[in-house]
């Protein structure tokens, strides 16, 4: 792993922000493109207008171990998502915007409150519609000394540009590959171009790793009832694609909530036997990098190598 280099940071922070800042208002900073005037208090389609709206700071223990380490993750939990999914977990935050506005010099100081107590990383949790006041407040963090390599949690459904244009700033990219089929994008996450942006987006985080400019990219794929050949499709074309590039988080923690507790297709859980026959899957075609979860556990914890 390289050495952490803040002045190369803050450099391509700079370097980015006028673009990013650009993208806001009006707002293409997702493939959603919807053109909102945020900084003129107009919503977008992720419901969030200019203004910094954070849910919570928290460390977290149970990511993928690179992610939490020994002593966490700050993980700063931004409020709002362009994605709408019928199962989100977080949907209070997500879809109810649930939070508190903060300027960047006060998620600056909640995060530097948590970093002086240790931790392995900070992790943004779906900051693209927000990116802006995320990159000012990390500017501040790290004229602070901050030196965590910086997590990039999203659904996946992100512009290629915008994820060239976080080289060098992102150590780790932790996209959620959601769906190979655009019907069931458009029915889950009302988005039906998410298999086409899901896989550029990932290619383009590859890419970042490939060409020096990120450390790894961990691909999280939440396993939902029923929906076997679906997985067996994207995890087809992610072996195809990077094999063992990328590293594999299966994860089992699905659980009727929001808009499915009454779904034909999402209101139950996964079984165990549909668990192990994607695992099984996954380690004949070759993946040999990456995590599963524990069954047995109510959420899934703790994580077991593949
Ligand atoms: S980030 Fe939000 S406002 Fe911007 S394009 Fe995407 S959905 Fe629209
Ligand atoms: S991408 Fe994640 S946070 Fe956003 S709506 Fe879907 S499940 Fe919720």
Not at 75 to 81: I, L, R, Y
Request: glycine share 10%; hydrophobic share 35%; net charge negative.
């Amino acid at each position: 792993m390289k050495p952490f280099d803040a002045q190369r940071r803050l450099s391509r922070i700079e370097a980015v922000l006028p673009e990013l800042r650009q993208r806001l208002d009006p707002c293409c900073l997702c493939p959603r493109c919807c053109s909102a005037h945020r900084l003129g208090g107009e919503l977008g389609e992720c419901g969030l207008d200019g203004v910094l709206r954070v849910a919570s700071v928290a460390r977290h223990l149970g990511e993928e171990p690179p992610i939490s380490g020994e002593t966490g993750a700050i993980n700063v939990f931004f409020s709002g998502c362009n994605l709408h999914c019928l199962h989100c977990q977080n949907w209070p935050i997500s879809q109810l915007h649930v939070g508190k506005q903060l300027t960047p010099e006060e998620l600056a100081g909640r995060i530097l409150k948590k970093w002086r107590k240790g931790a392995h990383t900070l992790g943004w949790v779906t900051p693209t519609p927000q990116i802006v006041g995320a990159l000012e407040a990390y500017r501040l963090c790290l004229n602070e000394g901050l030196d965590l390599p910086l997590v990039h949690n999203n659904g996946g459904y992100e512009d290629p540009e915008i994820v060239d244009l976080l080289a060098g700033i992102v150590d780790i990219w932790l996209p959620d590959v959601k769906t190979s089929d655009s019907a069931w994008g458009r029915k889950v996450q009302q988005a039906d171009d998410y298999p086409e942006y899901n896989r550029k987006a990932v290619a383009g985080m590859v890419r970042l790793v490939e060409s020096g400019n990120a450390q790894s990219v961990i691909v999280r794929r939440l396993l939902l009832p029923g929906r076997l050949e679906d997985s067996r499709q994207t995890l087809e074309w992610l072996w195809g694609s990077f094999g063992n590039q990328i590293q594999l988080s299966l994860m089992c923690q699905y659980f009727p909530t929001y808009q499915t507790e009454n779904d034909f297709d999402l209101g139950r859980k996964l079984s165990e036997e549909e668990y192990n026959t994607i695992i099984e899957y996954a380690q004949d075609l070759g993946f040999e990098r990456g995590w599963v979860q524990n069954f047995e556990e109510e959420n899934g914890l703790p994580l077991h190598c593949l």
